[in-house]
C-alpha cells in the first residue's frame, strides 16, 4: 500500500472519531484482546464512563474505510496500519485511547507496544473472556440483530476459526471475565490511569 493510501486511510478514520476528549501531559494507552463475543465493547463502555479516553473500535473503523468489508487478510492489513498510524498520532497530541480489537496474537500486539514505549506512554493491556457458552447465546442474538449497537458481524463460526489464533500475552495485564461482575477490574484500571 502506498503513503497517499495510508494518509487517506488515516483521514478518513481522524474525521469518523467525532469529538475527542481534551488533551492531556501523559495520555496513557490501553489495549483490549479477546475473542468476538467475549464483551470487549462492552467492557470499554464501562471504562470510558470513569475515565475520558476516545475508543478506537475495530469494528466500526473497518465499516469507515470499507462500506462493505470482506474481512480479508488484505483489508485487515491496510485498516490496522492506518489504526497504528492513527494511535500514534493520537497518543502523540494527549489524547488516552482504549484499542477495541481482538489483538490476538502476540506478533500484532508487540506492534502497540512498540507504539507505546517509543511514545513513553503507560500502556495497560486487557484480556476479555467469557466462558463458551455465554459467548455462544451473544453471538446468537448479534446475528439475530438484537443490539443495534454493535458494529461486530463476527458469529459463532468466526469465533470457533478464531480461537486457535490465541496467543497467551507476554508482559503484565488484567483479565477480565464478563460473566462476573467486572467493576474490580474497571476500578482497578481506573486507579492504575490515575496514578
Same mark, same amino acid.
Given at each position: 500500500?502506498?503513503? &497517499?493510501?495510508?494518509?487517506?486511510?488515516?483521514? /478518513? *478514520?481522524?474525521?469518523? %472519531?467525532?469529538? !475527542?476528549? =481534551?488533551?492531556?501531559? #501523559?495520555?496513557?494507552?490501553?489495549?483490549?484482546?479477546?475473542?468476538?463475543?467475549?464483551?470487549?465493547?462492552?467492557?470499554?463502555?464501562?471504562?470510558?464512563?470513569?475515565?475520558?479516553?476516545?475508543?478506537?473500535?475495530?469494528?466500526?473503523?473497518?465499516?469507515?474505510?470499507?462500506?462493505?468489508? &470482506?474481512?480479508?487478510?488484505?483489508?485487515?492489513? /491496510? *485498516?490496522?496500519?492506518? %489504526?497504528?498510524? !492513527?494511535? =500514534?498520532?493520537?497518543? #502523540?497530541?494527549?489524547?488516552?485511547?482504549?484499542?477495541?480489537?481482538?489483538?490476538?496474537?502476540?506478533?500484532?500486539?508487540?506492534?502497540?507496544?512498540?507504539?507505546?514505549?517509543?511514545?513513553?506512554?503507560?500502556?495497560?493491556?486487557?484480556?476479555?473472556?467469557?466462558?463458551?457458552?455465554?459467548?455462544?447465546?451473544?453471538?446468537?442474538?448479534?446475528?439475530?440483530?438484537?443490539?443495534?449497537?454493535?458494529?461486530?458481524?463476527?458469529?459463532?463460526?468466526?469465533?470457533?476459526?478464531?480461537?486457535?489464533?490465541?496467543?497467551?500475552?507476554?508482559?503484565?495485564?488484567?483479565?477480565?471475565?464478563?460473566?462476573?461482575?467486572?467493576?474490580?477490574?474497571?476500578?482497578?484500571?481506573?486507579?492504575?490511569?490515575?496514578?
Amino acid at each position: 500500500m502506498d503513503d &497517499s493510501q495510508l494518509i487517506s486511510d488515516v483521514e /478518513r *478514520l481522524t474525521e469518523s %472519531l467525532g469529538e !475527542l476528549p =481534551e488533551p492531556v501531559v #501523559k495520555p496513557t494507552f490501553i489495549t483490549i484482546s479477546g475473542l468476538p463475543g467475549t464483551g470487549k465493547t462492552y467492557f470499554c463502555s464501562k471504562l470510558v464512563e470513569r475515565l475520558s479516553f476516545l475508543i478506537l473500535e475495530s469494528d466500526a473503523l473497518r465499516k469507515t474505510l470499507f462500506s462493505s468489508p &470482506s474481512y480479508s487478510s488484505e483489508e485487515s492489513s /491496510r *485498516l490496522f496500519r492506518a %489504526l497504528h498510524h !492513527l494511535t =500514534e498520532k493520537l497518543l #502523540k497530541s494527549g489524547i488516552s485511547l482504549i484499542l477495541d480489537a481482538t489483538n490476538l496474537s502476540e506478533r500484532y500486539r508487540e506492534r502497540l507496544y512498540n507504539i507505546a514505549d517509543r511514545l513513553d506512554v503507560k500502556l495497560i493491556l486487557v484480556r476479555v473472556e467469557a466462558p463458551p457458552q455465554l459467548v455462544y447465546e451473544r453471538l446468537k442474538n448479534r446475528v439475530e440483530g438484537a443490539n443495534p449497537e454493535n458494529k461486530s458481524d463476527a458469529d459463532w463460526g468466526v469465533y470457533q476459526r478464531m480461537k486457535s489464533t490465541v496467543q497467551k500475552i507476554c508482559r503484565n495485564h488484567y483479565a477480565v471475565d464478563t460473566s462476573r461482575d467486572i467493576t474490580p477490574v474497571v476500578e482497578k484500571i481506573v486507579r492504575e490511569v490515575r496514578r
